[in-house]
């Protein structure tokens, strides 16, 4: 595919990704910050995103899989994670984090478990999204176009 | 001892030093990077302890020769982190005769006005919500410069 082609279809998604909630403004921001001193800045923040997330995940899993749930401790996983997605501009991420805290509150955990389930598909639609952006990214760069900046 | 305050204040060829507190990976590299674009040097710490060691406020550095304390400029911190909470940093920080003058600013992802006056009533120089933007610190910037 030609480098205009490319470019034009990363603009495209770029803005679908906005459009349909999955990132928000917050994400402009950590673009905003990348610069010729860090080139890979969007890159590295996202995938420190993502181990985190994995990890806060796992650790909710099995936290939900205990036969007396601690609640307060999964209440500050989701917590972190909030903090986290909120971080990136990973919106829909963070959204799920809000019910998921007021089920911890109520201490339940069959609701706490639909809210896991909830969280981990809409991270794993993420990572997705984001994955993609960043091969149209090194398409571009690997048929020597420059990435174009959106908004 | 007028030690600490001729070092506190900026020249404006100088960088100012911030020392940047989270116990979140993510929010710490965000902070860092956020701090260097406005011109800051920035050390970060990821929980109350490794702050206050790093400022030479901790348990066993009452005779020590640590004077790291006096080379920051700003301390930034979040409000929620597990041990030492932002806000016990601050009343550490206040207490001390040689940081307490250092400005203290805390952040927040949750809004919470009792939270906010807490804070401000210790000291703190600013309360700030997460995430940081870009205009956010770019005001703190200019009010270091104008702090002294």
């Known amino acids: ?151 | 001892m007028d030690f600490y305050s001729s070092s506190s204040t900026i020249s404006s060829h100088e960088e100012p030093h911030v020392l940047a507190v989270d116990d979140n990976l993510i929010d710490r590299k965000l902070v860092e990077k956020l701090l260097k674009k406005s011109s800051c040097k920035v050390t970060t710490a990821e929980n109350g302890l490794r702050a206050l060691e790093y400022l030479g406020l901790g348990a066993d550095q009452e005779h020590s020769t640590n004077n790291n304390g006096s080379k920051v400029n700003m301390i930034i911190t979040d409000y929620c982190m597990p041990g030492m909470s932002g806000y016990e940093l601050l009343k550490k920080i206040k207490e001390s005769s040689i940081l307490k003058d250092v400005p203290v600013v805390i952040v927040s992802s949750e809004n919470i006005p009792t939270r906010i006056d807490q804070c401000m009533e210790e000291g703190a120089q600013m309360f700030m919500l997460k995430p940081l933007k870009h205009s956010d610190v770019k005001r703190l910037r200019c009010q270091l410069m104008q702090y002294q």
């Open chain 1, 1 to 151: 595919m030609e480098v205009g082609q490319l470019q034009r279809s990363f603009v495209e998604y770029m803005a679908s990704l906005f459009r349909e909630g999955f990132l928000d403004a917050q994400f402009s921001q950590l673009q905003q910050l990348q610069d010729d001193s860090n080139p890979d800045f969007v890159v590295e923040v996202v995938s420190l995103f993502f181990e985190d997330s994995e990890r806060l995940l796992n650790d909710l899993t099995m936290a939900l899989d205990q036969p007396n749930v601690d609640f307060k401790q999964v209440d500050a996983h989701v917590h972190q994670l909030k903090g986290s997605s909120s971080s990136v501009g990973a919106q829909r991420v963070k959204n799920c984090c809000v019910p998921f805290r007021n089920c911890c509150e109520e201490q339940n955990t069959e609701t706490c478990l639909r809210c896991l389930q909830q969280i981990k598909q809409e991270y794993l639609l993420v990572k997705n999204k984001l994955q993609t952006l960043f091969e149209l990214e090194q398409q571009i760069v690997a048929a020597g176009g420059a990435i174009p900046m959106v908004q």
